[in-house]
T-cell receptor, first 114, second 111 residues
Framework: DAGVIQSPRHEVTEMGQEVTLRCKPI?????LFWYRQTMMRGLELLIYFNNNVPIDDSGMPEDRFSAKMPNASFSTLKIQPSEPRDSAVYFCASSGAAGFHEQYFGPGTRLTVT | GEDVEQSLFLSVREGDSSVINCTYTDSSSTYLYWYKQEPGAGLQLLTY?????DMKQDQRLTVLLNKKDKHLSLRIADTQTGDSAIYFC???????????FGGGTRLMVKP
């Protein structure tokens, strides 16, 4: 299996621009998670989908952030407009059905907003 | 404060054993995990332990769980320079798939 795939691996953009991060979970997994990692705040859960439905988005920082999962094999995290404080590494992770609880992480997208 | 706490930093010499500690607060935790993050990479699952177990051993890794004290530890035997990374503990509560992560312990292995 290819594992969790994220794109792009690196993104540099200017403040005010729209940023879209993409994730392909492991085939057959039905839960998908978006995390953000910074030195100051560590690893934060942003949003969690189960069977393509958002279950908990309490970690989404503000309305500038939105996430979608149109089907079982694709999810996006969008930031519009982006700000320098959004600079971080964004990870996507997936896990399987009940009884298969381990989360598998993608390589992350390093976002720099100037 | 955080629900899962870890010390920030640990330094050991190559060949020694490393012990990374973690405390958690929720007694309903069902599974507890250790993840490893190497520079520039995502988190990699190392091992996990079910809450009704006291110990789990996997090659050089030994996980100890003290449910009474809500304390989890990861022992790495014969620590190698390739073990240098950040180690995260995490807990799973209830039936959902969400995990709560600690802040990570940076392990530095000196040759």
């Amino acid at each position: 299996d290819a594992g969790v795939i994220q794109s792009p691996r690196h993104e540099v953009t200017e403040m005010g621009q729209e940023v879209t991060l993409r994730c392909k979970p492991i085939s057959g997994h039905n839960s998908l998670f978006w995390y953000r990692q910074t030195m100051m705040r560590g690893l934060e859960l942003l949003i969690y989908f189960n069977n393509n439905v958002p279950i908990d988005d309490s970690g989404m920082p503000e309305d500038r952030f939105s996430a979608k999962m149109p089907n079982a094999s694709f999810s996006t995290l969008k930031i519009q407009p982006s700000e320098p404080r959004d600079s971080a590494v964004y990870f996507c992770a997936s896990s399987g059905a009940a009884g298969f609880h381990e989360q598998y992480f993608g390589p992350g997208t390093r976002l720099t907003v100037t | 404060g955080e629900d899962v706490e870890q010390s920030l930093f640990l330094s050991v010499r190559e060949g020694d054993s490393s012990v990374i500690n973690c405390t958690y607060t929720d007694s309903s935790s069902t599974y507890l995990y250790w993840y490893k993050q190497e520079p520039g990479a995502g988190l990699q699952l190392l091992t996990y332990i079910f809450s009704n177990m006291d110990m789990k051993q996997d090659q050089r890794l030994t996980v100890l769980l003290n449910k009474k004290d809500k304390h989890l530890s990861l022992r790495i035997a014969d620590t190698q320079t390739g073990d240098s990374a950040i180690y995260f503990c995490a807990e799973k509560r209830g039936a959902g798939n969400m995990l709560t992560f600690g802040g990570g312990t940076r392990l530095m292995v000196k040759p």
